[in-house]
């Protein structure tokens, strides 16, 4: 049996509490503060466990059973999304390869006009002017087919 002091692994105790446990426990939670400084020395707060709860109890608390009218809500929504992607690919079917293949480098891969213009070889406002022919051209689609509403 080995003593330990718990203000030691516990910062939060203001004075020293020794206390006999196995040395097993002992070994864990040594173990345990040496992988947490060498993993982080700057860090200017501790983390406190508890022996009582098992790891990352405190994670668990956050995710509720959701009634069975909050699944078929999600369930619908789900459904929705899908709906949607394959709207999407098939406006994204009626544009051409380079409006297409820019269209998704600038909201895909989030990249700025000049980078896309730079893969390319065109300029930057070449790339823009194209990326927002894509849109314009998706938007009128997607009023044609009802799946959007007209702008006033």
């Not at 065109?122 to 194209?130: H, L, N, P, Q, Y």
Request: glycine letters at 4%; proline letters at 5%; a neutral charge.
């Amino acid at each position: 049996m080995a003593i330990i002091n718990l203000r030691r692994y516990y910062p939060h105790y203001p004075k020293d509490k020794f206390l006999e446990v196995p040395d097993e426990v002992a070994e864990a939670l040594e173990e345990g503060r040496r992988i947490e400084h060498r993993q982080d020395n700057r860090r200017s707060y501790y983390h406190v466990y508890s022996m009582d709860c098992t790891p990352a109890i405190e994670n668990h608390t956050m995710f509720l059973v959701l009634s069975p009218e909050e699944l078929l809500i999600r369930d619908e929504d789900e459904a929705a999304a899908e709906l949607v992607m394959e709207n999407l690919a098939a406006a994204i079917a009626q544009l051409s390869p380079i409006q297409a293949r820019r269209l998704h480098a600038r909201y895909a891969l989030k990249k700025k006009y000049r980078e896309i213009g730079a893969d390319e070889g065109v300029t930057g406002s070449c790339a823009a002017k194209s990326v927002t022919n894509a849109v314009t051209k998706l938007q009128k689609f997607f009023i044609k087919n009802g799946w959007m509403p007209k702008e006033a």
